[in-house]
């Protein structure tokens, strides 16, 4: 029996709630904007959908890695249970306490900015409200998680409906439009030259930034009904779902425009709606990217407070954080640390840099938690896996190289920002050994 059902924490998820969960975070602003960034490094329109095809590939290729870790240990906390696992506690712990202090919070924080930085000017009020609104929405979805994960699952489901809906009809009617023409398919940008394998590997850099979160399901596993099969479903389904919709977005931005105009266009996705929608597009994009800034800020708040809830169990310096409501059957306090954390980075104001010291960390952990298939099947041969990864060995070789790969261009690229990062995580070696000394003394 793991953590979460010895705590009463009520199994509530099903298969498509999960699904919701990966497909909310994935499926956020970025699809509305990184093309642009792509098109800076690449000027041929095939090569440009390749780019969003293969982001899909590589981001399915740790999915199918995922997929049997997390049938093998359905339990909450996701990556830190496998890395724990794989390589022992104190490895679990650094990604933990990497997440609490940085990626997760630091993540939640810039979607509630841009949440409010949308709204407000969906309102026409004053910007003096945008950290204020920001605030707001954070405690809202800290408290509607507090309750229960059933209101927080409820809210997930329709958030990810009225997202997934408004792409797919900024792809139909984008093409029913007859504003466009197939012939840009045979454009090239204002750089020609412009699409080697460099030119490529640059361009998946922000391609995967927008396929992230794909992960994100496994780590709420011990509230998930049938979690052995329910993750891998919800993982893999969600992945290809996201896959189509990215390449047939991207394909609808070619049709449209030449790429030397998606070269010069930042807002690629309010250009579009402005096609659709007219005068009204930009108020168009201002509510869809609201709508997806929600789910996404809802979704990450469910799913970062039970890394933090699955580190407290194991850990005694942490023991408050692991409590659970009776009556919720929610890591309330867990919640309430992630919460008013991404909070005060709000108010810091500072969380924008702090994500820049995410990348090398999160690739890295990536790397460790593809390479830990290895190990975990050496280590329990006997173990029941309801689902065995596709393509094993090649694939976790391939996404553990890719990974790694990614973790040292960014360094390399980045180097300050990743040295802070590490400096951040190497803050949890004194916190993790003064745990290790209270448990060991029974102080």
């Not at 780019?51 to 590589?58: D, H, T, V």
């Not at 026409?124 to 809202?140: M, P």
Request: hydrophobic fraction near 55%; aromatic fraction near 14%; charge should be positive.
């Amino acid at each position: 029996m793991n953590n979460a059902e010895r705590a009463g924490m009520k199994k509530v998820l099903g298969r498509w709630d999960s699904v919701a969960i990966v497909i909310a975070i994935v499926i956020g602003v970025g699809i509305f904007r990184t093309p642009y960034e792509v098109a800076q490094y690449l000027s041929s329109p095939g090569m440009m959908l390749l780019a969003w095809a293969a982001g899909g590939f590589i981001s399915l290729t740790g999915v199918l890695c995922y997929a049997e870790l997390s049938a093998s240990f359905p339990r909450t906390g996701g990556t830190y249970v496998y890395l724990k696992e794989s390589y022992g506690s104190l490895t679990a712990f650094l990604f933990a306490w990497a997440e609490i202090l940085v990626i997760r919070t630091g993540s939640i924080a810039a979607v509630a900015y841009i949440l409010s930085e949308h709204l407000i000017s969906f309102l026409g009020v004053g910007s003096v409200f945008v950290t204020g609104t920001a605030v707001f929405f954070i405690a809202a979805f800290g408290i509607i998680n507090a309750a229960g994960l059933r209101y927080g699952k409820n809210v997930q489901s329709v958030l990810v409906l009225v997202t997934v809906a408004a792409l797919v009809a900024m792809i139909i009617l984008g093409f029913m439009s007859g504003a466009g023409d197939f012939a840009h398919l045979r454009s090239s940008g204002e750089v020609p030259g412009r699409g080697g394998p460099v030119m490529f590997l640059l361009a998946l850099i922000p391609v995967l930034w927008t396929y992230g979160g794909w992960h994100e399901s496994v780590f709420v596993a011990g509230e998930t009904k049938n979690a052995g099969k329910t993750l891998p479903f919800s993982l893999i389904t969600g992945i290809l779902a996201v896959t189509f919709l990215y390449v047939a977005a991207n394909l609808l931005y070619v049709y449209l425009f030449p790429v030397a105009e998606i070269q010069k266009t930042e807002l690629i996705g309010a250009r579009v709606f402005q096609i659709i929608c007219g005068r009204y597009g930009r108020k168009a994009l201002e509510a869809v990217v609201v709508v997806a800034s929600v789910a996404a800020i809802n979704a990450m708040i469910m799913t970062g407070s039970r890394i933090t809830y699955a580190v407290a169990c194991d850990n005694p310096l942490l023991k408050s954080m692991n409590r659970i409501g009776k009556s919720s059957g929610a890591p309330y306090i867990a919640v309430m640390v992630t919460s008013l954390w991404s909070i005060a980075l709000v108010i810091w104001g500072t969380f924008g840099m702090l994500l820049f010291f995410t990348g090398f960390l999160l690739w890295s952990f990536f790397a460790l938690a593809a390479a830990g298939l290895f190990v975990l099947r050496r280590k329990y041969p006997a173990l029941v896996r309801p689902y065995s990864a596709w393509g094993y060995p090649v694939i976790p070789v391939l996404f553990a190289l890719i990974s790694a790969a990614l973790a040292v261009v960014t360094f390399f690229s980045h180097p300050y920002p990743s040295l802070v990062g590490l400096a951040i995580t190497a803050g949890g070696f004194p916190v993790y050994y003064l745990s290790r000394r209270i448990r060991r003394e029974g102080l």
